[in-house]
């Protein structure tokens, strides 16, 4: 389970246009539930869960995201990882986003905060530095599809790159509880390398990347 940046991001194509579907903050996708949760699987496995709570007052929105997994060989804890990440948001801006992720014993902290322009980034271990280049900055928590047009922050890593997206098309998902959702696929290359899907209401429906074998994501839906 060693790399690089590792893509949980939040454990831790461009943006398409929302379509008709489930009440939500205006312009972001926020669910009618107010929450989002994954079983994660590691090479078939359930390891884990992520969930997302969002929280809306006036035009002001906080998500809260936990993310927690543990890899074990023949029963023996061989990876642990968990996460914790608070965003703001006003209207559909983003206004930064306070993380803190212990990577199998690792501490790691990455906190976003505006500046004229952009960003000032306070990161473990990408260390201190502002990004005020274009296109404008989102973290890599998925559930925005419109991170896929933007500068993507990793909340663990405190790196950033932009994303080379393409989409093969739409897929039958397996969910949490067996059933299935449609969701259309986004490949993202270049610094990082991940399937995310999200489904026909620009909901965020499901993820994949390799990390020491295939991590999968299946979305609880109630």
């Known amino acids: ?35 989002i ?40 804890p061989v990876f642990r990882y968990s996460c914790a990440a608070t965003e703001h948001w006003s209207g559909t801006d983003f206004c930064g986003v306070d993380s803190k992720v212990n990577h199998n014993g690792t ?33 890599l928590t998925y559930w925005n599809k419109a991170m896929l047009d933007a500068m993507i922050l990793n909340i663990e890593t405190g790196r950033h790159y932009p994303a080379i997206v393409s989409s093969p098309g739409w ?14 696929r986004y490949d993202v290359t270049g610094k990082l390398h991940l399937s995310v899907w999200y489904d026909q209401y620009g909901q965020w429906a499901g993820l994949t990347f390799n990390v020491g074998g295939e991590v999968t994501f299946q979305k609880f839906v109630v």
């Open 107 to 139: 501490p790691l902290e990455v906190h976003a905060s505006p500046v004229d322009g952009g960003f000032a980034i306070q990161s473990t271990k990408a260390g201190n530095y502002n990004y005020t280049g274009q296109p404008a900055m989102l973290p």
């Open 171 to 184: 897929n039958n998902l397996p969910t949490a509880e067996g059933g299935i959702v449609l969701a259309q």
């Open 37 to 76: 949760g994954f079983k994660i699987f590691h090479s078939g496995t359930p390891v884990g869960e992520q969930h997302l709570v969002f929280t809306q007052t006036g035009d002001q929105l906080r998500v809260d995201i936990q993310a927690a997994l543990v890899v074990r060989l023949m029963g023996v």
């Open 1 to 35: 389970m060693q790399r690089r940046d590792v893509v949980l991001g939040a454990m831790g194509g461009a943006a398409g246009v929302m379509l008709a579907g489930p009440a939500r903050a205006e312009g972001l996708p926020v669910p009618a539930s107010g929450a």
